[in-house]
Structures are given as C-alpha cells and as structure tokens.
C-alpha cells in the first residue's frame, strides 16, 4: 500500500472500487458540491477509506493543504486509487457519444471533475 505525506502527516492510500464511485456521487448531489468541493471531496474519501481516524471536512483540508502541494497531492491520490484511469475512460466513451471535443456538462450523469486527469 502506498503513502503520502500531507503537511506534517503521512497517510495510506487505497484503491477504490465501483460502489465507492456511486457513493461520492451521491454525496456530491446530496449536498450540491461544486466542482472545486467534489474535488476536495474525492481526495478526503480516499485517504479516509485507508485511514479510517483521518476526519477533516473539506474547508478543513483545503485550509491543511498548500496551494503548491495540490497538483501533486490530487495527481498522486487519484493515480493510485485508480480514479485518474475511470474518468478518463468515462470522459473517452463520453467523447465517442458526444463527437470528440465536446466537454461534458453538470448536467451529465457521468462525475465532473476537473483538471485531475491531466
């Protein structure tokens, strides 16, 4: 199992599956997240799947986390639980659907993240 460290504290990372994917887009609709919240969110289950005592909500982890650290965190994060892999498979089949170039909307039923499969 890999780690990160954030701020001062290391974590485990898990991978994620199928159910979880359906349980953060539930949240994500229950509680009207932005994309920048959704962000934040997808990151906080994650290390919170492997780190059952890590609890933070996400301003908290958007106030513990350094601007200059973010890019790496959200890219080592998502590589790792495989959730950089499912969205851009979504968004390839999603392309395929739409014709290529076409974004997808926050009115689709496929999870809008941005800027995490780069």
């Known amino acids: 199992m890999s780690k990160i460290k954030i701020g001062d504290k290391e974590y ?6 199928y159910k979880d994917v359906k349980k953060m887009n539930r949240h994500r609709t229950e509680n009207k997240l932005d994309d920048l919240d959704f962000d934040t969110y997808i990151l906080i289950y994650t290390l919170q799947k492997a780190n059952p005592d890590f609890k933070m909500t996400i301003d908290e982890f958007d106030e513990a986390l350094d601007i200059n650290e973010i890019d790496f965190v959200r ?4 590589d790792y639980s495989g959730f950089n892999k499912y969205i851009k ?26 800027d995490i499969t780069k």
């Open 75 to 78: 890219k080592e994060i998502n």
């Open 12 to 17: 485990k990372l898990s991978r994620l599956n």
């Open 89 to 114: 498979k979504i968004q390839d089949e999603k392309n395929l659907t739409l014709g290529i170039g076409k974004k997808l909307s926050k009115d689709s039923p496929l999870p809008l993240v941005t």
